[in-house]
């Protein structure tokens, strides 16, 4: 069933739950980045499986595939452009991130860019309205 052949409130309602979706995956990714972090540090402990890359490229490619669906489809609707590029911002430190060592710089990268990609997120939400 595409999106057009669904009834306007439900069009809206699947929306705004994908928004709410690329908002729950960006505080799972913050989540994911500081108790990773806490975990090695104190209990040195998962780092072969908590820092593995494929969690990351994953990840990123979720954040990449909901923001696609939910912000292009948000443009579609209410025409701004604000919220697209404040997530493709984010999206881009994210995707930075990947190319930098474990460490500091990746945190930080990371954190930034979920914090970035959910704003845009919530600017989707409030423009559709």
Do not use: K, Y
Not at 75 to 92: E, K, Q
């Amino acid at each position: 069933m595409t999106p057009d052949a669904l009834p306007p409130a439900s069009r809206a309602s699947l929306r705004r739950r994908l928004d709410q979706i690329g908002i729950a995956l960006a505080g799972l990714c913050a989540l994911h980045c500081l108790l990773t972090l806490v975990v090695i540090s104190a209990l040195g402990l998962g780092g072969h499986f908590l820092l593995d890359e494929n969690i990351h490229r994953v990840g990123l490619l979720l954040a990449l595939i909901v923001a696609a669906v939910a912000i292009g489809w948000g443009i579609l609707r209410h025409r701004r452009m604000l919220p697209f590029a404040v997530a493709a911002l984010g999206l881009v430190l994210m995707a930075a991130a990947l190319f930098v060592p474990h460490g500091t710089n990746e945190l930080l990268l990371t954190l930034v860019g979920v914090a970035v990609v959910s704003v845009g997120h919530v600017l989707n939400l409030r423009a559709a309205r």
